[in-house]
T-cell receptor, first 116, second 112 residues
Framework: EAGVAQSPRYKIIEKRQSVAFWCNPI?????LYWYQQILGQGPKLLIQ????????DSQLPKDRFSAERLKGVDSTLKIQPAKLEDSAVYLC??????????????FGPGTRLTVL | AQSVSQHNHHVILSEAASLELGCNYS??????LFWYVQYPGQHLQLLLK??????LVKGIKGFEAEFIKSKFSFNLRKPSVQWSDTAEYFC??????????FGAGTTVTVRA
């Protein structure tokens, strides 16, 4: 079974530039998550999709971050404009989207963003 | 607010030593508990999980964890570590919804 795919793996940009990350979840997984992992911290959820609808974006800085999952499969996370504090690893995860509490998330390799 | 605490930031030990990593959470309700591992250069992988039933759960690669509800803890153990267990370990908790809250992680270095 193919895992969660992400691209690019690394990105270096200057502050105030824009950047986009792509994620393709495991086939058949209805739920897709984007996390931000700052060095020395655990991943923090930014946004969660169920199919093509947003379930939770309460921790997404909406003034500069946006995400979409238009066809309910792959997803794009964008930052515009980037700030120095956005330097982090951006992780995508997916799960079957089971009802209740037994869902397990599977993670992609992440995109390491450096903002100069 | 609900939180997840991992007691050790960095653990260094020799091969064949026993490992125990602490994880505590702050929430009195129903929780689902996970340990994830990230080997150098690899992505986060599920090590084991607890949803209900036997509080002692066994995962991959000889790891196990014990859920102690009264202590709000879910500690990870391995009786005898190998050099290949060098990795970062994350405890994660689902606080009665589908959000995962992660601890800050513990880096484990096993010396050959």
């Amino acid at each position: 079974e193919a895992g969660v795919a992400q691209s690019p793996r690394y990105k270096i940009i200057e502050k105030r530039q824009s950047v986009a990350f792509w994620c393709n979840p495991i086939s058949g997984h209805a739920t897709l998550y984007w996390y931000q992992q700052i060095l020395g911290q655990g991943p923090k959820l930014l946004i969660q999709f169920q199919n093509n609808g947003v379930v939770d974006d309460s921790q997404l800085p909406k003034d500069r971050f946006s995400a979409e999952r238009l066809k309910g499969v792959d997803s794009t996370l964008k930052i515009q404009p980037a700030k120095l504090e956005d330097s982090a690893v951006y992780l995508c995860a997916s799960s079957l989207g089971l009802a209740g509490d037994t869902d397990t998330q599977y993670f992609g390799p992440g995109t390491r963003l450096t903002v100069l | 607010a609900q939180s997840v605490s991992q007691h050790n930031h960095h653990v260094i030990l020799s091969e064949a030593a026993s490992l125990e990593l602490g994880c505590n959470y702050s929430y009195g309700g129903t929780v689902n508990l996970f340990w994830y591992v990230q080997y150098p250069g690899q992505h986060l992988q599920l090590l084991l999980k607890y949803f209900s039933g036997d509080p002692l759960v066994k995962g991959i690669k000889g790891f196990e964890a014990e859920f102690i509800k009264s202590k709000f803890s879910f500690n990870l153990r391995k009786p005898s570590v190998q050099w290949s267990d060098t990795a970062e370990y994350f405890c994660a908790v689902n606080f009665n919804d589908y959000k995962l809250s992660f601890g800050a992680g513990t880096t484990v270095t096993v010396r050959a």
